[in-house]
């Protein structure tokens, strides 16, 4: 097993991977036919030329070049750094595909990092699958696996499968893409949601509803303008830092569609407690909320793509809070209320006015296709 914590360590033996085909002896570069095609989607030729010339220059994986049907990646490598596996997959259908402070890309590879990182895991392999539509730029598609690229890079994870699929002119939106990721995880080092406990603290990593906000501008239905960037980010190493810090991490989760109001609901009802927000310490850029006052949204409702949400024993948040802010995507963590015994289990959020008002689950999707 290699002493190594990077994971393409073990990929420089016995090979790993995907895609169906033979390496060809004369080809004409994808990139050079312009736009995809339905050929790109036959299987032959034009399938290999584009897998090649965009998927296997970009990410450098000895395990794609193998050109295997799957990846065989060493236990070894796993074993040393724990005793349970954490697998995961996410789909992403983003509009539009480019957007402030990210692009579909990068939203799939540090989609999938952080459904792994919040478990306690290490990420360490992806795979990627596209589905593309006919008409699709080429240059496009390569500008997205690049992208994806420096985010693998960021999150030190390794593509080491993939699949293509085209589909018709009309019948998709340029390209969806699927990541799916496995990572190493140590028993019981965050227990989950059902482990919460009054007393217990409730943390935030950052700012609520940058990424829904700058979607919606992006798309420009709306005559508004602001200058909002997406948190979209690996949280990898502030979920590490936080488990170092914090033994005792109660649970962890990366705060996306339906936002914090959403993490905190689905908490409170596993585990049969209640969770009091204070209004005044909820981080909301001053942007975010006057865009949300205007359009009637509540930023907690509102999606994030780099937020950590976390609920620690009480005597450890000072210690796990210094632990975030020590690291940039943590730097402005916050302690945001606690957790309380109460039947039924609710998300209360004690105002400005010393008022009270319960916090509903998101109802309806009041921004679709947010990543």
Same mark, same amino acid.
Request: one cysteine or more.
């Given at each position: 097993m290699a002493s190594s914590n990077h994971p393409s360590d073990s990929l420089a033996t016995p090979p790993s991977n995907v895609l169906e085909f033979q390496q060809p002896q004369h080809r004409t570069r994808s990139s050079d036919e312009g736009y995809i095609t339905l050929a790109h989607g036959s299987g @032959?030729?034009? %399938?290999?030329n584009l897998i090649t010339d965009i998927f296997l220059e970009t990410f450098h994986s000895d395990a794609l070049n193998a050109l295997d049907d799957s990846a065989r990646l060493d236990l070894a490598l796993f074993m040393a750094r724990g005793d349970r596996l954490a697998f995961t997959t996410d789909s992403f259908v983003v509009d539009p595909l480019f957007f402030p402070g990210g692009d579909i890309g990068s939203l799939a590879i540090n989609g999938t990092v952080n459904d792994l990182a919040v478990t306690g895991a290490q990420p360490l392999y992806l795979s990627c699958g596209f589905i593309i539509e006919? @008409?699709?730029?080429?240059a496009l598609l390569r500008r997205i696996a690049q992208s994806m690229k420096l985010a693998a +890079?960021?999150?030190r994870v390794k593509v080491v499968a993939g699949d293509t699929k085209v589909v018709p002119r009309g019948k998709g939106d340029q390209i969806y893409i699927n990541t799916a990721g496995v990572g190493v995880a140590r028993s019981n080092q965050v227990p989950g949601p059902r482990y $919460?406990?009054?007393g217990d603290a409730i943390l935030l990593s950052g700012p609520m509803g940058d990424h829904g906000t700058a979607i919606l501008l992006a798309r420009g +239905?709306? /005559? $508004? &303008? /602001?200058?909002i960037t997406s948190d979209c980010q690996p949280l990898h190493d502030l979920a590490a830092a936080l488990c170092e810090a914090c033994p005792t991490v109660r649970a962890m989760r990366d705060a996306t569609r339906g936002g914090v109001a959403a993490v905190l609901n689905e908490f409170a009802q596993t585990s049969r407690v209640s969770m009091v927000l204070e209004e005044a310490a909820l981080p909301v850029r001053p942007p975010v909320a006057a865009?949300? &006052?205007? $359009?009637g949204l509540d930023p907690l409702h509102m999606a994030n793509e780099g937020l950590l949400v976390a609920v620690v024993p009480g005597e450890f948040a000072a210690r796990a809070l210094m632990a975030m802010q020590m690291l940039p995507e943590g730097r402005e963590a916050c302690l945001v209320g606690h957790v309380t015994k109460a039947d039924p289990p609710v998300?209360?959020?004690? %105002?400005r006015f010393g008022s009270e008002r319960i916090i509903e689950w998101p109802m309806g999707d009041p921004l679709p296709r947010i990543c």
């Amino acid at each position: 097993m290699a002493s190594s914590n990077h994971p393409s360590d073990s990929l420089a033996t016995p090979p790993s991977n995907v895609l169906e085909f033979q390496q060809p002896q004369h080809r004409t570069r994808s990139s050079d036919e312009g736009y995809i095609t339905l050929a790109h989607g036959s299987g @032959g030729r034009a %399938t290999h030329n584009l897998i090649t010339d965009i998927f296997l220059e970009t990410f450098h994986s000895d395990a794609l070049n193998a050109l295997d049907d799957s990846a065989r990646l060493d236990l070894a490598l796993f074993m040393a750094r724990g005793d349970r596996l954490a697998f995961t997959t996410d789909s992403f259908v983003v509009d539009p595909l480019f957007f402030p402070g990210g692009d579909i890309g990068s939203l799939a590879i540090n989609g999938t990092v952080n459904d792994l990182a919040v478990t306690g895991a290490q990420p360490l392999y992806l795979s990627c699958g596209f589905i593309i539509e006919e @008409g699709t730029p080429i240059a496009l598609l390569r500008r997205i696996a690049q992208s994806m690229k420096l985010a693998a +890079d960021t999150a030190r994870v390794k593509v080491v499968a993939g699949d293509t699929k085209v589909v018709p002119r009309g019948k998709g939106d340029q390209i969806y893409i699927n990541t799916a990721g496995v990572g190493v995880a140590r028993s019981n080092q965050v227990p989950g949601p059902r482990y $919460l406990q009054p007393g217990d603290a409730i943390l935030l990593s950052g700012p609520m509803g940058d990424h829904g906000t700058a979607i919606l501008l992006a798309r420009g +239905d709306l /005559a $508004l &303008e /602001a200058d909002i960037t997406s948190d979209c980010q690996p949280l990898h190493d502030l979920a590490a830092a936080l488990c170092e810090a914090c033994p005792t991490v109660r649970a962890m989760r990366d705060a996306t569609r339906g936002g914090v109001a959403a993490v905190l609901n689905e908490f409170a009802q596993t585990s049969r407690v209640s969770m009091v927000l204070e209004e005044a310490a909820l981080p909301v850029r001053p942007p975010v909320a006057a865009a949300c &006052e205007v $359009l009637g949204l509540d930023p907690l409702h509102m999606a994030n793509e780099g937020l950590l949400v976390a609920v620690v024993p009480g005597e450890f948040a000072a210690r796990a809070l210094m632990a975030m802010q020590m690291l940039p995507e943590g730097r402005e963590a916050c302690l945001v209320g606690h957790v309380t015994k109460a039947d039924p289990p609710v998300v209360i959020l004690q %105002t400005r006015f010393g008022s009270e008002r319960i916090i509903e689950w998101p109802m309806g999707d009041p921004l679709p296709r947010i990543c």
